[in-house]
């Protein structure tokens, strides 16, 4: 057994599957084990580790916050990542936390509706930064987006007042998981961050919309097959498609749309002829 991810292995074999009592000493494993991995034989390492143990790891926590009929345990999930916040980067928990939070926000906002979803779930997702809680945690809470709609927190606003350039890509993510829970939403969403002044980008945004034209649940967050469990499904209308295409005339230069109006799935060059700029002349 290696010896820097000896605690991480042993936890693993000593946790019982729905122990929450197992599971904080499990997290605890995984922080230390990960920190020795990443100490011994630096990116390789953390990265052969992760991987490896991570799976594992995720599914040992959401099986511990799930109860079956009785739902998820939002409080037992709460505690967890009080002792491991994000946004800091003196634990490595936020990749397996952030994981299990986003999936049970989309699950609640399907089963139950985004009043659902505690408010504290959105706001750990939103604090979860690339730099300090790594790249697959941060690819996870995006799911954030599915708290659209949610009456004490204004999602779609938070998600614009937090846009500037540097964070375009994130806007991006949440925007696709937006398009997933709302497609008239993340329309508006788009018209929204499209009219901002700090946002360089235009067209890469409709790369967020193009996912929902060909599945119902977005790749992210990964280790989980939510069309295995939740029986939904997501369209955009006729009707949704005519806004887009009027979004993105009255938005962004007509040459523009017409100059990669192949690129994309959705019809720039009617955007440009019917209601860009110049479409009247």
């Known amino acids: 057994m290696p010896r820097d991810i000896a605690p991480l292995t042993n936890a693993l074999d000593e946790t019982t599957p729905g122990n929450q ?9 995984w922080d230390t084990s990960i920190e020795a991995a990443l100490e011994r034989g630096g990116g390789d390492r953390f990265r052969v580790v992760t991987k490896q ?3 594992r790891v995720i599914q040992l926590v959401n099986r511990a916050a799930w109860h079956g009929d009785g ?3 939002w409080a037992f999930l709460q505690e967890c990542v009080e002792a491991y916040p994000p946004g800091a980067d003196d634990h490595h928990c936020s990749q397996v936390l952030a994981n299990v939070v986003a999936r049970y926000v989309i699950r609640t906002r399907i089963e139950q509706g985004p009043d659902a979803i505690p408010v504290w779930a959105v706001e750990y997702l939103m604090e979860i930064t690339v730099e300090e ?4 945690a941060w690819e996870s809470a995006s799911a954030l987006g599915w708290a659209v709609g949610h009456s004490e927190i204004a999602v779609l606003d938070q998600i614009v007042d937090r846009t500037d350039t ?3 890509p994130w806007a991006m993510g949440n925007l696709r998981h937006v398009a997933f829970a709302d497609p008239e939403a993340a329309l508006t969403l788009l018209e929204r961050l499209l009219q901002s002044p700090d946002i360089r980008e235009d067209l ?6 193009e996912p929902v034209l060909e599945q119902d649940f977005p790749d992210f967050p990964q280790c989980w097959e939510p069309q295995t469990e939740l029986d939904y499904s997501v369209t955009i209308t006729d009707a949704q498609r005519e806004r887009l295409l009027e979004i993105l005339g009255e938005t962004i230069h007509p040459k523009r749309l017409q100059k990669f109006d192949e690129q994309f799935q959705f019809d720039l060059q ?10 009247s002349s």
């Open 133 to 136: 809680d790594t790249e697959w």
């Open 270 to 279: 009617r955007a440009a002829e019917e209601y860009g700029a110049d479409s």
């Open 204 to 209: 890469v945004f409709l790369r967020s919309l």
């Open 166 to 168: 540097d964070r375009e």
């Open 21 to 29: 009592t197992d599971v904080y000493t499990l997290l605890a494993a």
């Open 53 to 55: 143990r991570r799976p």
């Open 71 to 73: 739902g998820v345990d």
